[in-house]
């Protein structure tokens, strides 16, 4: 089948480490205390019943399983064969590849050699339209979920209508539908949003005598949609809270860490310790972006300091297809003497989500060589004939596990002249790479979360607005259908007053029967008021 083929393709593409890598890892000291928590549940299971502790009746011994288990462990330990150690592959010389898996896996390697690579129009984030710039000048293409910007596309300024309502199971949903009319034939254009995704299609009315109803149209897009009831959502001003939540998640502006390793660098230390910039260096840095001066720059400044000059007095920025980018160059933020760690340098690269590392000559890269839980994803760029007319740059991509395929695919061999060819590949490529790495486990359980808050708000709010709207109010006021929510308002806002007046002008009246009487008197006159007001 299709799927299984480019399941395949996936497989070829990414040389995986099918490792404990991808589980996490046990070192030589975990597996020895494991051995002797084993022995230990051994002997204890070897035990008299007397010596030992009463296990459940009518089961089966828990230490046996966990013999059993321990056996397991002992036996996949046994079988797997780590990667060979960076300094082991120093150690026998180059030539070297670009990127090297770590030890314990956990990392993919794009292969420029399958020419079965899913490109970035197969992926499931493709770019719908981008300002009149899809694709790039070279076609390379800017990868964005489309479905975020279908509402502002197909029915931002258009009549349609937009619904609302709360389920048990899948909590609140928001609905929009519009008509639409193409080459004879009648269509019905949807978006239905849930705490968990955003479900957008087209539906053809041929053959249907009637509508179908908001039910049934929304169990069209999601089967556990059933036997709910929408409210139409009556607020002029819906339009631009719909429009806000669907584009939540669409980023205008990148930061992306820039890392010097030079010949021999093996370590993190090592390559935040680089304080110099060759002419190689600087001028990948010149085709990447500009160089600014932070000090009251007013553009996208990244987390850096413009005030101040805390994090440096410079850097390289770039507006690249409406989108802004500041690059956190490994060799312009602040050098501490005495600190092996560059904490100052680490605390921006370390908190972005994708950085370029620059080699000047041929060394491996390792991804776990930086400390990070944000960097999920690096793009090595080696030089060759640097600052010539013949300069070129090899290139390599490697990503955590869990971080799915990006586009556009490297070429074979993956080698760029030096020019306007390979700065639009390049930004375009660290681009997708961020949101690629979005959807990765830690991201995705952090984007699930902000999805499910604002998605609830909105819902509120579309409710909170509909009701005013209709003069209901708060849920208090709530009146059955067809009846006058306006006509309780009035009445309260005229009897309120007058029973005010009455328990300060009669404060003893010393018996019931005054007391009903001077109600209905009060209850009479403030029905008169209210029918005067209609």
Not at 63 to 74: C, G, I, V, Y
Not at 258 to 277: H, R
Not at 445 to 455: N, Q
Request: net charge negative.
């Amino acid at each position: 089948t299709a799927q299984h083929s480019t399941a395949q393709a996936e497989m070829l593409r990414r040389k995986r480490s099918v490792s404990f890598g991808g589980f996490g890892w046990i070192d030589k000291s975990t597996l020895a205390s494991l051995r002797a928590r084993k022995q230990e549940l051994l002997t204890i299971s070897n035990a008299s019943v007397g010596e030992r502790p009463p296990s459940p009746p009518r089961t089966a011994p828990p230490t046996m399983k966990s013999a059993e288990f321990f056996d397991m462990l002992e036996r996949m330990q046994d079988d797997y064969i780590p990667y060979p150690r960076i300094e082991e592959i120093v150690e026998k010389g180059g030539p070297y590849s670009l990127v090297i898996l770590p030890q314990f896996g956990g990392y993919w390697i794009e292969d420029a050699e399958n020419v079965g690579t899913p490109t970035s129009s197969d992926s499931s984030y493709y770019e719908e339209e981008d300002g009149g710039l899809s694709p790039g000048t070279f076609g390379y293409k800017l990868e964005c979920n489309g479905t975020v910007r279908a509402y502002r596309k197909h029915f931002l300024g258009k009549e349609h209508l937009n619904f609302y309502c709360t389920t048990n199971s899948l909590g609140n949903l928001i609905l929009s539908l519009k008509y639409e009319e193409a080459e004879g034939q009648e269509y019905l254009r949807i978006i239905l949003r849930s705490r968990t995704k955003t479900l957008h299609d087209r539906i053809s009315l041929a053959g249907l005598s009637k509508l179908p109803s908001v039910p049934q149209i929304a169990k069209l897009l999601c089967d556990d949609v059933t036997g709910l009831k929408f409210y139409p959502v009556l607020y002029p001003r819906a339009s631009q809270l719909i429009v806000t939540y669907d584009e939540h998640e669409v980023n205008n502006t990148f930061k992306f860490g820039v890392i010097y390793q030079k010949f021999g660098q093996i370590s993190e230390e090592d390559l935040f310790g680089n304080n110099e910039e060759s002419p190689a260096f600087t001028e990948f840095l010149n085709l990447l972006g500009d160089k600014i001066e932070l000090l009251d720059f007013k553009g996208f400044r990244g987390g850096l300091d413009v005030a101040h000059g805390q994090t440096g007095t410079d850097s390289v920025y770039t507006v690249f297809r409406e989108k802004e980018i500041m690059f956190h160059v490994s060799t312009k933020l602040p050098y501490t003497e005495g600190d092996p760690q560059q904490l100052q340098r680490k605390r921006h690269i370390g908190n972005d989500i994708v950085a370029a590392i620059f080699q000047e000559e041929n060394t491996p890269f390792v991804p776990d060589m930086i400390a990070s839980n944000f960097l999920h994803a690096y793009i090595v760029v080696q030089v060759e004939n640097a600052c010539t007319d013949h300069t070129t740059y090899k290139v390599s991509v490697t990503a955590r596990e869990d971080v799915p395929s990006f586009g556009p695919p490297l070429p074979n061999p993956a080698v760029f002249k030096k020019g306007p060819e390979f700065r639009e590949f390049l930004l375009t490529k660290l681009i997708n790479a961020e949101n690629a790495c979005y959807k990765s486990d830690k991201f995705a359980r952090l984007e699930g979360r902000t999805r499910a808050a604002l998605l609830d708000n909105l819902h509120d709010e579309l409710h909170r607005q509909t009701q005013a709207m209709l003069g209901l109010g708060s849920d208090d006021d709530k009146m059955e259908n067809g009846s006058h929510g306006g006509l309780l308002e009035s009445f309260k806002a005229a009897v309120t007053p007058l029973l005010r007046r009455v328990g300060t002008a009669l404060p003893d009246l010393g018996t019931w029967a005054p007391w009903m009487a001077l109600l209905a008197c009060v209850l009479a006159a403030g029905l008169y008021h209210v029918l005067t007001l209609m």
